[in-house]
T-cell receptor
Framework: EADIYQTPRYLVIGTGKKITLECSQTMGHDKMYWYQQDPGMELHLIHYSYGVNSTEKGDLSSESTVSRIRTEHFPLTLESARPSHTSQYLC?????????????FGAGSRLTVL | AQSVSQHNHHVILSEAASLELGCNYSYGGTVNLFWYVQYPGQHLQLLLKYFSGDPLVKGIKGFEAEFIKSKFSFNLRKPSVQWSDTAEYFCAVNEGSARQLTFGSGTQLTVLP
């Protein structure tokens, strides 16, 4: 079944550690996204990619980086985690229909930095 | 930059009550409009979408939304809610030429049995 997978679902880590949040999709979508979601707040776009070797920063400034070496894989990396990075990170991919992108979301990775 | 406003942060209803969740956006041009729902412990899922045509769109589980261009609104409605509708609801918009979605801050709906 085509889907979008995120690992880990939950991560508690100490300050200064390097972390990578994995995101993979089996739907063959060209476009992929990372959103940051805090309770009671809107989802903020932090990175997106329209294809292999294409990545852009989103509306919300983030110290994280992303890569897109394969169509199905869009990992997010924090070189040195800080408590301010504590949040939920949602990965999504999309297909274009009638000129608009319809996003499919993963289950999210909830990161806590101590 | 466009923005999306969801004025109700938390709505509490009894089963069988009618629901209307407000969504307003700021962009004046052609827009595509979405409502997403996140049930407890589950992914964000698409509830319904409007691209063009009939401004009254019907989604899954008896939900519908009406696009009123003059009011920059896309309110979500359901005539009779169920306990299983308890979830967080997000309105999202993208401009005609943009590829990213802008989300509202969400409305937590709690339906009491």
């Amino acid at each position: 079944e085509a889907d979008i997978y995120q690992t880990p679902r939950y991560l508690v880590i100490g300050t200064g550690k390097k972390i990578t949040l994995e995101c993979s999709q089996t739907m063959g979508h060209d476009k992929m996204y990372w959103y940051q979601q805090d309770p009671g707040m809107e989802l903020h776009l932090i990175h997106y990619s329209y294809g292999v070797n294409s990545t852009e920063k989103g509306d919300l400034s983030s110290e994280s980086t992303v890569s897109r070496i394969r169509t199905e894989h869009f990992p997010l990396t924090l070189e040195s985690a800080r408590p301010s990075h504590t949040s939920q990170y949602l990965c999504a991919s999309s297909v274009e229909r009638s000129g608009a992108n319809v996003l499919t979301f993963g289950a999210g990775s909830r990161l806590t930095v101590l | 930059a466009q923005s999306v406003s969801q004025h109700n942060h938390h709505v509490i209803l009894s089963e069988a009550a009618s629901l209307e969740l407000g969504c307003n956006y700021s962009y004046g041009g052609t827009v595509n409009l979405f409502w997403y729902v996140q049930y407890p412990g589950q992914h964000l899922q698409l509830l319904l979408k409007y691209f063009s045509g009939d401004p009254l769109v019907k989604g899954i589980k008896g939900f519908e939304a009406e696009f009123i261009k003059s009011k920059f609104s896309f309110n979500l409605r359901k005539p009779s809610v169920q306990w299983s509708d308890t979830a967080e609801y997000f309105c999202a918009v993208n401009e005609g030429s943009a590829r990213q979605l802008t989300f509202g801050s969400g409305t937590q709906l709690t339906v009491l049995p």
